[in-house]
Nanobody
Framework: QVQLVESGGGLVQAGGSLRLSCAAS????????MAWFRQAPGKEREFVGV????????SYADSVKGRFTISRDNAANTVYLQMNSLKPEDTAVYYC????????????????WGQGTQVTVSS
């Protein structure tokens, strides 16, 4: 099983960009589908996007489609979330998650989570 550590969060103005990273331990990272979720205060955790084991397939929530991009570097055991054109409603704690096999978009299928990184977008 992998362990996950997110980084790259911070405070940014609306319209700006951030790149989050999720570093994984372990030698089997390339077997895992990797997803990003986020949780805003008082709201449920929601799906942001997911990438399959090879990086050849991605899927995004409608709210971030065209603005966010997920990529991965299996040699570096890292998955990235590039966030452009940020909006105040993107403010949340962002979590990466891992599962072996199918890259589902629901959090209930993921059993390995990072600690989260805060993203705050000011208006």
């Amino acid at each position: 099983q992998v362990q996950l550590v997110e980084s790259g969060g911070g405070l940014v103005q609306a319209g700006g960009s951030l790149r989050l990273s999720c570093a994984a331990s372990g030698r089997t990272f390339s077997r895992y589908a990797m997803a990003w979720f986020r949780q805003a205060p008082g709201k449920e955790r929601e799906f942001v996007g997911v990438i399959n084991w090879s990086g050849g397939s991605t899927s995004y929530a409608d709210s971030v489609k065209g603005r966010f991009t997920i990529s991965r570097d299996n040699a570096a055991n890292t998955v990235y979330l590039q966030m452009n054109s940020l909006k105040p409603e993107d403010t949340a704690v962002y979590y990466c998650a891992a599962r072996e096999g199918t890259p589902y978009g629901s959090s209930r299928f993921y059993d390995t989570w990072g600690q989260g990184t805060q993203v705050t977008v000011s208006s």
